[in-house]
């Protein structure tokens, strides 16, 4: 198992600023994940974080509005830029262990966009 | 593409069964998995279905038909606790860890 912490776990934010959010893991993980959730909706992948190389994007998710870093393999942070009341939404940061199909979840961020 | 589809909403009460169902189109199949999402809370992780048939831990099961594209969780015995968002997610093809969600089914438990 993993256990994971985000921070902040939530913030208010102007429009066309950035919120940086950071997610952190007791141990060492190869494959970490970056997820949107809306309210009441389901789970959107942004982005697969790589150690070492630039990330993977889905679709409709670009890196110059979501710029992820992961500097190592306990550690990630992924950047809401020039943000809009659209961005409202839950953050979640998950990772996977030995069990490629059973992830493990942050507690989320929750942003609002005002 | 890729979906899962589940149905929105579930309602049930105490003691009784309750079973969500979901079918899927992926690129290829590598397993069905299920997590439980309490308001407010994280998604935790319920089971998993790589092959044809039922897993039971505890008083969840969860039933896996490939050739119908189809699989389902049963909670049995409910409680009120266990009312909750239940998502099914599986991979979007054979690219190691990433998850494809449904839409979610919120269960509600009634006394």
């Known amino acids: 198992s993993a256990v994971i912490s985000q921070k902040p776990s939530r913030d208010i934010c102007q429009r066309g600023t950035s919120l940086t959010i950071q997610c952190q893991v007791d141990?060492?993980?190869?494959?970490m994940f970056w997820y949107r959730q809306q309210p009441g909706q389901s789970l959107t992948l942004i982005a697969t974080a790589n150690q070492g190389s630039e990330a993977t994007y889905e679709s409709g998710f670009v890196i110059d509005k979501f710029p992820i870093s992961r500097p190592n393999l306990t550690f990630s942070t992924l950047t809401v830029s020039n943000m809009s009341p659209e961005d409202s939404s839950i953050y979640l940061c998950s990772v996977t262990t030995a069990a490629h199909y059973e992830q493990y979840f942050g507690p989320g961020t929750r942003l609002t966009v005002t | 593409g890729q979906s899962l589809e589940q149905p929105s909403e579930v309602t049930a009460v105490e003691g009784a069964i309750v079973q969500i169902n979901c079918t899927y189109q992926t690129s290829g199949f590598y397993g069905l998995s299920w997590y439980q999402q309490h308001d407010g809370g994280a998604p935790t992780f319920l089971s998993y279905n790589a092959l044809d048939g039922l897993e039971e831990t505890g008083r969840f099961s969860s039933f896996l038909s490939r050739s119908d594209s189809y699989g389902y969780l049963l909670l049995q015995e409910l409680q009120m606790k266990d009312s909750a968002s239940y998502f099914c997610?599986?991979?979007?093809?054979?690219?190691?860890?990433?998850?494809?969600f449904g839409q979610g089914t919120e269960l509600s438990v009634k006394p």
């Open positions: 997610a599986a991979p979007p093809g054979n690219q190691g860890g990433k998850l494809i």
């Open positions: 141990s060492q993980v190869t494959m």
